[in-house]
């Protein structure tokens, strides 16, 4: 949308597909007990996409997806990063808890707006 264009660093726009897709629809086999967090590391792996996460030991591990192909946190203004949401729902917990059914459809979408232009309706925000 037009809004990515108006917030995104200039550094970063040769990054992001015209059409806005970086990975289309992909179907992925993975064991069960794996995580969406476990599948996007494979996916990016094999696609070589660059990525990048932190991990933050809060008692459990907690673990912030950064970036992919080079598209990072903040890199579009202050409330810009990656989201993901399963079966069109966005979890309000990390993608290293979401343990993936068979059937399950996760898309990673980047937000400018704290998710709110991608389709996340959570009203605490």
Known sequence: SGIIWKLLKETKKEFVPSDGWILKETEVSFKGGETA???LKQIC???GNPYGFQIYPFGIKVIMWEGINQLYE???GKNSGWMYSVNGEYP???ASSYNLKD???VEWR???NL???VGDKYEGK
């Open 103 to 105: 059937g399950d459809k």
């Open 92 to 94: 309000n917990y990390g």
């Open 74 to 76: 903040f890199d579009c």
């Open 45 to 47: 792996g094999k696609k």
């Open 110 to 112: 980047y937000t400018c």
């Open 37 to 39: 967090f476990d599948v």
């Open 115 to 117: 998710g709110s232009d």
